[in-house]
């Protein structure tokens, strides 16, 4: 009986220990403070009727690993993915479309055009990999957490949070403020 109440006391402390990261400094632990550092964490506002929506932070792994999911409340959207942008070109999906007939004078179409079609946004189906100590960025027109049928549009100040999951560190929970523009831009 007595051994058992320690354990739990023991259990107890450890617990204590984990939650107090911030104020802990005394600490003799000599671990790293934190496997998985945040940073300025946002989400860009969504106009009315459009249901899908991007969350952007940087991100920075203690050691090697690779961000293989996110999930968010079914109050805020219904799914969440982690989204890369490539070169249309390189997309396989979009070769099917290409063979079917080979014009020679479509070199009238505007230069918006053709920005806009050059890259698209594809699921990360091996997840983003994070090496270790260097900071991921995810920013508008590279990668990110796409947010899909959104259940309301995002309005600047609201906040929700995101989960992430990792292929070898604890998920991390981070609160995302909605905004018109990255933070400090
Ligand atoms: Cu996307």
Same mark, same amino acid.
């Given at each position: 009986m007595k051994r058992e109440l320690t354990l739990l006391s023991v259990a107890a402390l450890v617990l204590a220990a984990c939650g107090g990261d911030d104020e802990s400094?005394?600490? !003799? *632990?000599?671990?790293?403070?934190?496997?998985i550092q945040i940073d300025g964490a946002w989400a860009r506002e969504s106009p009315d009727g459009v249901t899908v929506g991007a969350a952007y932070f940087d991100i920075t792994a203690a050691d090697d690993d690779v961000l293989i999911g996110a999930t968010v409340s079914s109050d805020v959207a219904g799914d969440a993915q982690i989204h890369e942008v490539v070169p !249309? *070109?390189?997309?396989?999906?979009?070769d099917d479309m290409s063979d079917d007939e080979s014009m020679d004078?479509?070199?009238?179409?505007?230069d918006g055009e053709m920005d806009m079609g050059a890259m698209v946004m594809q699921e990360m189906a091996d997840g983003l990999p994070l090496p270790a100590g260097d900071a991921v960025s995810l920013e508008p027109g590279g990668y990110h957490v796409m947010l899909l049928d959104l259940v309301q549009p995002l309005a600047s100040g609201d906040e929700f949070d995101l989960t992430l999951d990792f292929e070898n560190a604890d998920d991390v929970t981070l609160t995302v403020t909605v905004a018109e523009t990255a933070p400090g831009s």
């Open positions: 400094e005394t600490s !003799a *632990d000599t671990s790293p403070q934190t496997a !249309a *070109d390189e997309d396989e999906s979009m004078d479509t070199g009238d179409m505007s």
